[in-house]
């Protein structure tokens, strides 16, 4: 049974760099797991912001970018702005599954 | 513009049994994959059952395996999710996604409906 680790919270300052990530208990992260990465604030639905490691939808800021880092999946925001202080949430493909990590809250303070 | 519109929730008891619709528009319903994802009151989100395009490949959660039957009809644009011997535990919003051309991305979400499962 894959389970996906987030950090439960972070913090960042207004104009700030942040990185999220995304761990797996079966190994490093790689590639061939997909990831996708999405936004959601409180009573919205998720909003798609990254998917395949690293690309954007056409609707995604230029201020969020994916990668691999450490083996783990990583969103890393730029420029952070006060309205991207939401929930996110990684998603893995796994064979013929599909795992979320459990969500990390960001804080722009 | 893509619009995924659930519908079919409310509150069941316990052992009960609840069918979700989705209606689809704006792409092409046919040659996608759909995704249902669940989220329990003040949790994070947990993916249920995907189905393919032509519906030749059907997964399921561990935890909705013989109980849950997703399906869809191309014809109407719609999606489904047969919700059978319901739990407490299945409360939660229940929404509807459609994967991207891949087929391992998930980039449209419904705004979802709310399955409560209480006696």
């Known amino acids: 049974q894959t389970v996906v680790t987030q950090e439960p919270s972070l913090t960042v300052s207004p104009g700030g760099t942040v990185t999220l990530t995304c761990a797996s208990n079966?190994?490093?992260?790689?590639?061939?797991?997909?990831p996708n990465w999405f936004q959601q604030k409180p009573g919205q639905a998720p909003r798609a912001l990254i998917y395949?490691?690293?690309k954007k939808h056409s609707w995604t800021p230029a201020r969020f970018s994916g990668s691999l880092l450490g083996g783990k999946a990583a969103l890393t925001l730029s420029g952070v702005q006060p309205e991207d202080e939401a929930e996110y949430y990684c998603?893995?493909?796994?064979?013929?599954?599909?795992?979320f990590g459990g969500g990390t809250k960001l804080t722009v303070l | 513009e893509v619009q995924l519109v659930e519908s079919g929730g409310g509150l069941v008891k316990p052992g009960g049994s609840l069918r979700l619709s989705c209606a689809a528009s704006?792409?092409?319903?046919?040659?996608?994959?759909m995704n249902w994802v669940r989220q329990a009151p003040g949790k994070g989100l947990e993916w249920v059952s995907s189905i393919s395009s032509g519906s030749s490949y059907i997964y399921y959660a561990d935890l909705v395996k013989g109980r849950f039957t997703i399906s869809r009809d191309n014809a109407e644009n719609s999606l489904y999710l047969q919700m059978n011997s319901l739990r407490a535990e299945d409360t939660a919003v229940y929404y509807c996604a459609k994967l991207g051309g891949s087929g391992r991305n998930v980039d449209y979400w419904g705004q979802g409906i709310l399955v409560t499962v209480s006696s």
């Open positions: 079966t190994g490093a992260v790689t590639s061939s797991y997909y």
């Open positions: 395949s490691t690293n």
């Open positions: 704006g792409f092409t319903f046919s040659n996608y994959n």
């Open positions: 998603l893995l493909y796994d064979g013929d599954a599909q795992v």
